[in-house]
C-alpha cells in the first residue's frame, strides 16, 4: 500500500510538474527582463564581427533570394528572455495560420554572429535599442511582446498584398527552403478558432468527469449526509459548497498550468511530455478495465478517507469548502492527464491565457456536471448507497472510456491533427 502511494504521489508531482521539470532540461538563468517591461536587455558579443565579416549574413541573405513570394520574418530572441518564451505559441499559430505564404527565421542573440545581424539591421532600419524580442517583418520593425501580437499579422497581410516583397535586412526579395547559417524555422501546430476547440472541451470536460474517483468521494459523502440528517437543506449547502471548492481548485491547476509552461518555453517539448503522460495514463486505465485493482492504478490515495472522513462528519460549509480543495488535489493523478492534454491543445492557439479562459471554463462545468447530476439525484430522492453500489457495478467501464479519451487525444496530438 505505502508502495502504491508513494507511486501515485509521484505521478501528480510530475503532472503539474512537466512545464518546469521540460524548462529545466534546456534552460540556464533568466536574462535581465524588467518586471514590468515588455522587452528584455541583449549582451552585445558581436566583437570580431564587423560589417566585412558576415558569412552567416551573406548565406542568410541567399537563402532569401530563392523565391519572391515569401513574406520573410526574421525574429531575434533568447532562450533566457521570458517574454521571448511567452512568444512562442503565438508565433507558432502564425506559422500555422499563414502557412506557406511566410517562413520565419528565428536568430538567437547569444550567437555573437546573430548579434552582428541584429546590429545591422537595427542600423539599417534606424533602430537605436538593444532589446529583444525583436521581429522584423516588410520595413517595420516591432521590438517587445506586446508591440509584435498587436502589429504582426496586419503587417503580414499588407505584405501579402504587396507586388514586391520587401526583405527587411536590405530591401531584398524573400525566401523559402532551407539555408545553411540560418538557425530552426518555427513549426506550427494547428490552428483552431474558439468554435472549432469548443467541442473538444465539452466532450473531453464531461468524460473526465465520469470519473471513479469524483463519483465515489461525493457519493461517500452525501451518504454520510444521509445517514446523520435528514434535513435537505443541509444536505444541499453543504454539496453546493464541495462541489463550487472542487470546481475553483480545478481552475486554479488549468491556469497554474498554463502560466507555468507558457513562462518556461519550448512548447514542442512540453507539448510531446504531456502526450507522452496522456498515454500512460490511457494505458493504466486500460489495465483497469480488464483487471481492475490489480497492480497500480490512478486513483485517490486509500490514506486520505479518514482525512475526508472527519471532514464530512462535521456537516458544515467550512469544512465542505476544505473538502472540495483536498479532494481536487487528491483526485488529480485520475483527471488532470486529460485535463493537461486539453490545456496543451488550447495553447496551440497561440492565445493568451485570458483568450483561453473561457475554454477552460466550460471545460471545468462538464467535469463537473456528472458529480452535480448525481448529487441531484440524492437531493431529490436516490439513495446514495444505491447510487454507490452502481459505481462501482460500472468502475471499469468509466475507466474504458477515459482510456479512450486520453489514447484518442494522444493520437490527435501526435498526428497533427489538434
Not at 491565457?353 to 452535480?372: D, S, W
Amino acid at each position: 500500500m505505502v508502495r502504491y502511494l508513494s507511486i501515485q504521489l509521484l505521478v501528480l508531482i510530475s503532472l503539474l510538474l512537466i512545464p518546469i521539470v521540460s524548462g529545466t532540461l534546456f534552460e540556464e538563468q533568466q536574462s535581465e527582463c524588467g518586471l514590468e517591461s515588455e522587452v528584455c536587455a541583449i549582451e552585445d558579443i558581436s566583437q570580431g564581427y564587423s560589417e566585412n565579416s558576415t558569412s552567416k549574413l551573406d548565406n542568410l541573405l541567399a537563402f532569401m533570394e530563392q523565391n519572391e513570394n515569401k513574406i520573410c520574418i526574421i525574429y531575434f530572441y533568447s532562450t533566457k528572455c521570458s517574454h521571448c518564451k511567452s512568444l512562442e505559441p503565438f508565433l507558432e499559430y502564425i506559422s500555422m495560420k499563414f502557412g506557406d505564404d511566410i517562413i520565419i527565421t528565428k536568430l538567437d542573440v547569444s550567437n555573437p554572429e546573430n548579434v552582428a545581424i541584429y546590429n545591422q539591421l537595427c542600423t539599417f532600419r534606424e533602430y537605436t535599442g538593444h532589446e529583444i524580442p525583436l521581429l522584423a517583418v516588410n520595413d517595420a520593425v516591432f521590438v517587445g511582446e506586446d508591440k509584435i501580437r498587436e502589429n504582426l499579422e496586419d503587417e503580414i497581410i499588407k505584405g501579402i498584398e504587396l507586388d514586391e516583397k520587401i526583405c527587411p535586412l536590405a530591401g531584398m526579395t524573400c525566401h523559402n527552403g532551407n539555408a545553411t547559417g540560418t538557425d530552426e524555422m518555427l513549426s506550427g501546430v494547428k490552428k483552431l478558432s474558439f468554435f472549432a476547440v469548443l467541442p473538444l472541451v465539452l466532450v473531453t470536460g464531461f468524460g473526465d468527469g465520469i470519473n471513479p474517483c469524483a463519483f465515489a468521494v461525493l457519493l461517500f459523502i452525501m451518504a454520510f449526509l444521509q445517514e446523520i440528517s435528514g434535513s435537505k437543506r443541509r444536505l444541499k449547502r453543504v454539496t453546493i459548497s464541495y462541489i463550487i471548492a472542487f470546481m475553483i481548485v480545478n481552475i486554479g491547476l488549468g491556469i497554474f498550468y498554463f502560466f507555468t509552461s507558457i513562462q518556461i518555453g519550448h512548447p514542442g517539448t512540453v507539448r510531446y511530455m504531456a502526450v507522452g503522460f496522456a498515454v500512460f495514463a490511457g494505458l493504466i486505465n486500460l489495465k483497469d478495465f480488464f483487471a481492475y485493482g490489480k497492480g497500480f492504478s490512478l486513483e485517490i490515495p486509500k490514506f486520505s478517507k479518514k482525512y475526508i472522513e472527519s471532514l464530512a462528519a462535521k456537516a458544515s460549509v467550512p469544512a465542505a469548502l476544505v473538502m472540495g480543495c483536498l479532494v481536487a488535489l487528491l483526485e488529480a493523478p485520475c483527471s488532470v492527464p486529460i485535463y493537461l492534454t486539453v490545456l496543451e491543445v488550447l495553447k496551440g492557439q497561440g492565445k493568451s491565457l485570458l483568450g483561453v479562459m473561457p475554454h477552460i471554463f466550460i471545460y471545468n462545468v462538464m467535469f463537473i456536471l456528472p458529480i452535480a447530476v448525481l448529487a441531484l439525484l440524492i437531493y431529490f430522492g436516490a439513495e446514495a448507497k444505491a447510487l454507490e453500489g452502481w459505481r462501482q457495478k460500472h468502475r471499469k467501464f468509466m475507466k474504458l472510456s477515459l482510456a479512450v479519451i486520453l489514447l484518442v487525444l494522444a493520437g490527435l496530438m501526435l498526428g497533427g491533427v489538434i
